[in-house]
């Protein structure tokens, strides 16, 4: 019972607002042991900060049981259906110096659905309290690899992000440790620079644990948001790399060569124990408007590269690739996509447009009918896909807005079963957000 009533003072103290928590203290006598304790629980907890976000939405596809990147595949059966896209719950702690620069931050975020509990962040930052412009960020984070990837389901106005960026990029995060540039005083000649170079399992959340000895280099150069005509025009900008790969545990690899429609086997022995190369590259570039009753905004983002998965997927694998307990081969493919993102707000900042058309190439050697040959090594996961989205944003207030959204999905004409012409699997989301 003392613990349930400690933990409530706590709670307390922590969710006031700086002018009641200052009546609070106000109020304590500070020559008691008890009153000692709090005005300590007090200053410990001063930085600390309690978010979140839930997002319930309704879904409706244009097919039963659709294989989608709209919050998921639709079971066998269905074709609507509500569900909780996102409950997440986050808690922040930053300690700042005098000058009130912060010298270490705390993050834990967890992602509670009807699927399950979920860890999403799980990290510390120290900073450097000399020169200002250097972090260390370690633990469980988003990868420091392009814009959408990072820019938080929270804030985003499109309701997932792109197939692309899920199939890469699945769950976004991974274990690793970062070291960032980023001045953090405005008079610094460099401030609107931000530079991240980190170290990554690879797997991400998509596995339990690191599966080989190889590491995932990551790094991106960023321009902040900057004035480019003196009247609020900001611009933006990114580069990003991915080096890696995974250690190979079979001999048997297939790779795309440009005089061929089809895949190369490879099966030499000293194959194992190889890296399968997983080298992604990137560019984008973020431009806003300001409007009398609200902005205009585009968005543009490009990623080329190697990825290495198996026959039937190009998600980057989470553990060793295996078919009926025996080692899987592996495929390595050229890829490429991209993003093209349109917001405008419609007479004031509540209400706003969003138009968004992206795409995804699994596989740039080969496209179309030859995708299916007969005697071919090439899948399902070598089709190309385009989706053009629109949806309307209705801010109700800074807690709460509601999203609606329709995805409408283009896969490659192939001489693959079921692939011959389009698939219909477009998808309708209405979606609201309570944020705190």
Same mark, same amino acid.
């Given at each position: 019972?003392?613990?349930? *009533?400690?933990?409530?003072?706590?709670?307390?103290?922590?969710?006031?607002?700086?002018?009641?928590?200052?009546?609070?203290?106000?109020?304590?006598?500070?020559?008691?042991?008890?009153? !000692?304790?709090?005005?300590?629980?007090? %200053? %410990?907890?001063?930085?600390?900060?309690?978010?979140?976000?839930?997002?319930?939405?309704?879904? +409706?596809?244009?097919?039963?049981?659709?294989?989608? &990147?709209?919050?998921?595949?639709?079971?066998?059966?269905? #074709?609507?259906?509500?569900?909780?896209? $996102?409950?997440?719950?986050? +808690?922040?702690?930053?300690?700042?110096?005098? *000058?009130?620069?912060?010298?270490?931050?705390?993050?834990?975020?967890?992602? =509670?659905?009807?699927?399950? /509990?979920?860890?999403?962040?799980?990290?510390?930052? /120290?900073?450097?309290?000399?020169?200002?412009?250097?972090?260390?960020?370690?633990?469980? +984070?988003?990868?420091?690899?392009?814009?959408?990837? #990072?820019?938080?389901?929270?804030? $985003?106005?499109?309701?997932?992000?792109?197939?692309?960026?899920?199939?890469?990029?699945?769950?976004?995060?991974?274990?690793?440790?970062?070291?960032?540039?980023?001045?953090?005083? %405005?008079?610094?000649?460099?401030?609107?620079?931000?530079?991240?170079?980190?170290?990554?399992?690879?797997?991400?959340?998509?596995?339990?644990?690191?599966?080989?000895?190889?590491?995932?280099?990551?790094?991106?150069?960023?321009?902040?948001?900057?004035?480019?005509?003196?009247?609020?025009?900001?611009?933006?900008?990114?580069?990003?790399?991915?080096?890696?790969?995974?250690?190979?545990?079979? %001999?048997?690899?297939?790779?795309?060569?440009?005089?061929?429609?089809?895949?190369?086997?490879?099966?030499?022995?000293?194959?194992?124990? *190889?890296?399968?190369?997983?080298?992604?590259?990137?560019?984008?570039?973020?431009?806003?408007?300001?409007?009398?009753? =609200?902005?205009?905004?585009? $968005?543009?983002?490009?990623?080329?590269?190697?990825?290495?998965?198996? &026959?039937?997927?190009?998600?980057?694998?989470?553990?060793?690739?295996?078919? *009926?307990? /025996?080692?899987?081969?592996? &495929?390595?493919?050229?890829?490429?996509?991209?993003?093209?993102?349109?917001?405008?707000?419609?007479?004031?900042?509540?209400?706003?447009?969003?138009? !968004?058309?992206?795409?995804?190439?699994?596989?740039?050697?080969?496209?179309? !009918?030859?995708?299916?040959?007969?005697?071919?090594?090439?899948?399902?996961?070598?089709?190309?896909?385009?989706?053009?989205?629109? =949806?309307?944003?209705?801010?109700?207030?800074?807690?709460?807005?509601?999203?609606?959204?329709?995805?409408?999905?283009?896969?490659?004409?192939?001489?693959?079963?079921?692939?011959?012409?389009?698939?219909?699997?477009?998808?309708?989301?209405?979606?609201?957000?309570?944020?705190?």
């Amino acid at each position: 019972m003392l613990k349930v *009533r400690f933990l409530g003072v706590i709670f307390l103290i922590m969710c006031a607002s700086a002018a009641r928590g200052q009546f609070l203290m106000d109020m304590i006598d500070t020559t008691t042991n008890l009153g !000692k304790g709090m005005i300590s629980i007090y %200053k %410990k907890f001063d930085h600390l900060r309690i978010s979140g976000y839930m997002q319930p939405q309704f879904q +409706f596809a244009s097919g039963k049981g659709i294989e989608s &990147y709209a919050g998921g595949d639709f079971p066998a059966k269905v #074709n609507n259906r509500f569900m909780l896209r $996102r409950g997440r719950v986050r +808690f922040d702690y930053a300690h700042f110096n005098k *000058r009130n620069l912060p010298t270490v931050q705390f993050v834990f975020q967890f992602d =509670g659905t009807e699927r399950g /509990v979920n860890i999403r962040d799980f990290w510390g930052r /120290v900073f450097d309290g000399k020169w200002d412009v250097a972090a260390l960020t370690m633990g469980m +984070f988003a990868r420091p690899f392009g814009y959408e990837v #990072n820019l938080s389901s929270g804030d $985003r106005e499109a309701p997932e992000r792109g197939r692309m960026s899920q199939i890469l990029m699945k769950s976004e995060r991974d274990m690793g440790a970062m070291l960032t540039f980023e001045p953090r005083q %405005k008079s610094h000649p460099l401030h609107l620079l931000k530079v991240d170079i980190g170290m990554f399992n690879g797997q991400g959340l998509a596995g339990p644990a690191d599966f080989d000895s190889h590491k995932d280099l990551i790094a991106r150069v960023a321009l902040k948001p900057m004035d480019i005509n003196h009247s609020g025009w900001l611009l933006s900008a990114g580069a990003s790399v991915l080096y890696g790969g995974m250690e190979q545990f079979t %001999k048997v690899r297939y790779t795309m060569v440009d005089v061929k429609d089809d895949f190369t086997v490879d099966s030499a022995e000293t194959n194992v124990g *190889r890296i399968a190369p997983r080298h992604y590259y990137g560019a984008d570039a973020q431009l806003l408007i300001p409007n009398t009753h =609200g902005s205009t905004q585009f $968005r543009a983002e490009y990623i080329r590269g190697t990825q290495t998965a198996t &026959y039937g997927t190009t998600e980057t694998p989470g553990v060793i690739p295996m078919e *009926r307990n /025996v080692l899987a081969p592996i &495929y390595i493919r050229d890829f490429d996509g991209a993003y093209f993102c349109f917001l405008q707000h419609l007479g004031s900042a509540k209400h706003q447009l969003v138009l !968004k058309y992206d795409w995804y190439d699994p596989n740039t050697h080969i496209q179309g !009918k030859l995708i299916g040959h007969p005697g071919t090594h090439i899948s399902a996961s070598d089709i190309r896909y385009d989706t053009f989205g629109a =949806g309307y944003v209705l801010y109700f207030n800074e807690n709460m807005k509601a999203t609606f959204w329709f995805d409408r999905v283009w896969n490659e004409s192939t001489s693959l079963e079921g692939f011959t012409s389009d698939v219909d699997d477009n998808v309708f989301t209405a979606r609201l957000q309570y944020r705190f």
